[in-house]
T-cell receptor, first 110, second 111 residues
Framework: GQQVMQIPQYQHVQEGEDFTTYCNSSTTLSNIQWYKQRPGGHPVFLIQLVKSGEVKKQKRLTFQFGEAKKNSSLHITATQTTDVGTYFCAGKGSARQLTFGSGTQLTVLP | IAGITQAPTSQILAAGRRMTLRCTQDMRHNAMYWYRQDLGLGLRLIHYSNTAGTTGKGEVPDGYSVSRANTDDFPLTLASAVPSQTSVYFC??????????FGPGTRLTVL
């Protein structure tokens, strides 16, 4: 079945440093989504990418979808303490349902 | 507007007991989902429903059942709980654009 791998599992950064999480699918995806889960909270939708090579920005967050539509990345510039949480990618491939990656837990040290 | 509500917030359950986790949405979304979240494993799909009256199995359906009698409600039942079902359970619903909206979760401990 479809697998979505996400690395790293954990990342500790100093406030102001950049952060990147990577997502790789075993199959070609029709779209990929990113979610953020604050500690003790529930996942919240951030963005969806659909097109090959697509790049979208939300303030300090940059999302990319690979040319082959099998990988994606989320980059945060100049992290802030409010960025703390777990970031999940979720891909939709041949299966009709989303497959979530295992998430990257981000800690930002003040 | 509540979005998605789940009950209970948390529960400690003896092994072998039956338990139903409740999920209700007020967004009139057709699709609904149940996930379990375990440390290091992300969110794994248990069951889903694309529309009222239909259900389907996800990645980890064993030991769980669901029903979808109407658009708003999607209960998840553990017929005979086992310790490996200790987890945080999230219900979600989806609009036509695939975006999923999650409830606050139920933390279940099976002893």
């Amino acid at each position: 079945g479809q697998q979505v791998m996400q690395i790293p599992q954990y990342q500790h950064v100093q406030e102001g440093e950049d952060f990147t999480t990577y997502c790789n699918s075993s199959t070609t995806l029709s779209n990929i989504q990113w979610y953020k889960q604050r500690p003790g909270g529930h996942p919240v939708f951030l963005i969806q990418l659909v097109k090959s090579g697509e790049v979208k920005k939300q303030k300090r967050l940059t999302f990319q979808f690979g040319e082959a539509k099998k990988n994606s990345s989320l980059h945060i510039t100049a992290t802030q303490t409010t960025d703390v949480g777990t970031y999940f990618c979720a891909g939709k491939g041949s299966a009709r349902q989303l497959t979530f990656g295992s998430g990257t837990q981000l800690t930002v040290l003040p | 507007i509540a979005g998605i509500t789940q009950a209970p917030t948390s529960q400690i359950l003896a092994a072998g007991r039956r338990m139903t986790l409740r999920c209700t949405q007020d967004m009139r979304h057709n699709a609904m989902y149940w996930y379990r979240q375990d440390l290091g494993l992300g969110l794994r799909l248990i069951h889903y429903s694309n529309t009222a009256g239909t259900t389907g199995k996800g990645e980890v359906p064993d030991g769980y059942s669901v029903s979808r009698a109407n658009t708003d409600d999607f209960p998840l039942t553990l017929a005979s709980a086992v310790p490996s079902q200790t987890s945080v359970y999230f219900c979600a619903s989806s609009d036509g654009a695939d975006t999923q909206y999650f409830g606050p979760g139920t933390r279940l401990t099976v002893l």
